[in-house]
Each structure stands twice: as structure tokens, then as C-alpha cells.
T-cell receptor, first 112, second 112 residues
Framework: LAKTTQPISMDSYEGQEVNITCSHNNIATNDYITWYQQFPSQGPRFIIQ???TKVTNEVASLFIPADRKSSTLSLPRVSLSDTAVYYCLVGVYSGGYQKVTFGTGTKLQVIP | DVKVTQSSRYLVKRTGEKVFLECVQDMDHENMFWYRQDPGLGLRLIYF???????EKGDIPEGYSVSREKKERFSLILESASTNQTSMYLCASSLSPGIEQYFGPGTRLTVT
């Protein structure tokens, strides 16, 4: 399984764009990249998933360079409610039962 | 709406007790997971199940067992609880391990 590395914590002011980068140097050809968000006292919640280039949804964008050894989650104009832990994980998108692994995540603190 | 429920939000048990944590999902998902979450260690996979009566060890299965007799229910069993099993336990389900997992609210277990 590809191991991921993320910054332990980040601070950002309200209204700014936040970019959280994840490193996954040994990503396999058929691995997808997925990001989750977790608020205190809750289970993680899926944000976005991608394979290459760029993916955008109503919550975030995910940028994946051609070599796929890293990815960047971009949160536009963060608010205080975006304060959470963000996890990057890499796993196989298939009907098989290979498991994915969560890392320690990045704790984002949004400051007023 | 997707729903994963866990039998208890908080549980206090004594060392040596047998502990059952139950998880139920209403989405007809094939795959179910048990994680534990500890400060500084992120989420770690204990066991997962890709079908009824099928199970696969995760990263930290020692001291735990699981049971999946029905598709919607996945139980985590601590055969003889120990203080180092004090943790937050999170259950999740998904159509496939590599794609979006839906998490329950978690059970905070304290073993004294």
C-alpha cells in the first residue's frame, strides 16, 4: 500500500484559499487518491477523489501532477467551519478487497 | 440518506471483560471496516469485511476479532479488554474499499 505524508498542521485566515499537499511516492498505477475531512467527535467524511490532473466539486478541488507522486487539496475561501483534520489516502478503486490506509492527517485551524 | 450506526457512543469496561461493539449500515454495502483512532496516530484499520462471513486483517488486528453474520451488521469483539484498548472506535462501510467510505459516529471505549 502506498504510504502518504502530509503536514501535521496548518493555520489559515478566514476567506483565504488553503492548499494541503500530500506526498505518495510509491503510488501504484491503479491507485486513486482520496481526501476525507473529520470534525471533532465525528467520523471522517468523504470530500473528493481523483486519479490524475484536476477534479473539482462543490467543496474542493484536487490537483494531481502527471507523475502522481503528490496531490494537493485546495479549499477555496475557508471559513471557521472548515477547521478540521484532513486525511489523504491512496487505495485501489476496484471490486477487490485491498484495503486503504489513513495517515495521521493535517489539522487545519482557520483563524478569524 | 446514508446511515451507519454504532451501538454506543460511550462505553466503560473493566480489564478482562469481553466487549462487543456493533455497527449497522442501511446502504446494502458489501464492505465494512473497523478502525481505532488515537491522538497522534490517526485512524488505524483493525479488520474489514468484504462479504458476509468474510474478513480480512487490517494493520492492528491483535487483541480483536470480528463477526459478520448478516450483510448490514459488523461486530468488533475484544475477547479480554485491556487498558491499551482504550480508544475511539469507528465503523465504516463502502461499496468497494477504494472508494467512498461512510463512517459512523464512533464509540469511545474506556477500559479501566
Amino acid at each position: 500500500l502506498a504510504k502518504t505524508t502530509q503536514p501535521i498542521s496548518m493555520d489559515s485566515y478566514e476567506g483565504q484559499e488553503v492548499n494541503i499537499t500530500c506526498s505518495h511516492n510509491n503510488i501504484a498505477t491503479n491507485d486513486y487518491i482520496t481526501w476525507y475531512q473529520q470534525f471533532p467527535s465525528q467520523g471522517p467524511r468523504f470530500i473528493i477523489q481523483g486519479y490524475k490532473t484536476k477534479v473539482t466539486n462543490e467543496v474542493a478541488s484536487l490537483f494531481i501532477p502527471a507523475d502522481r507522486k503528490s496531490s494537493t487539496l485546495s479549499l477555496p475561501r475557508v471559513s471557521l467551519s472548515d477547521t478540521a483534520v484532513y486525511y489523504c489516502l491512496v487505495g485501489v478503486y476496484s471490486g477487490g478487497y485491498q484495503k486503504v490506509t489513513f495517515g495521521t492527517g493535517t489539522k487545519l485551524q482557520v483563524i478569524p | 440518506d446514508v446511515k451507519v450506526t454504532q451501538s454506543s457512543r460511550y462505553l466503560v469496561k473493566r480489564t478482562g471483560e469481553k466487549v462487543f461493539l456493533e455497527c449497522v449500515q442501511d446502504m446494502d454495502h458489501e464492505n465494512m471496516f473497523w478502525y481505532r483512532q488515537d491522538p497522534g496516530l490517526g485512524l488505524r484499520l483493525i479488520y474489514f469485511s468484504y462479504d458476509v462471513k468474510m474478513k480480512e486483517k487490517g494493520d492492528i488486528p491483535e487483541g480483536y476479532s470480528v463477526s459478520r453474520e448478516k450483510k448490514e451488521r459488523f461486530s468488533l469483539i475484544l475477547e479480554s479488554a485491556s487498558t491499551n484498548q482504550t480508544s475511539m472506535y469507528l465503523c465504516a462501510s463502502s461499496l468497494s474499499p477504494g472508494i467512498e467510505q461512510y463512517f459512523g459516529p464512533g464509540t469511545r471505549l474506556t477500559v479501566t
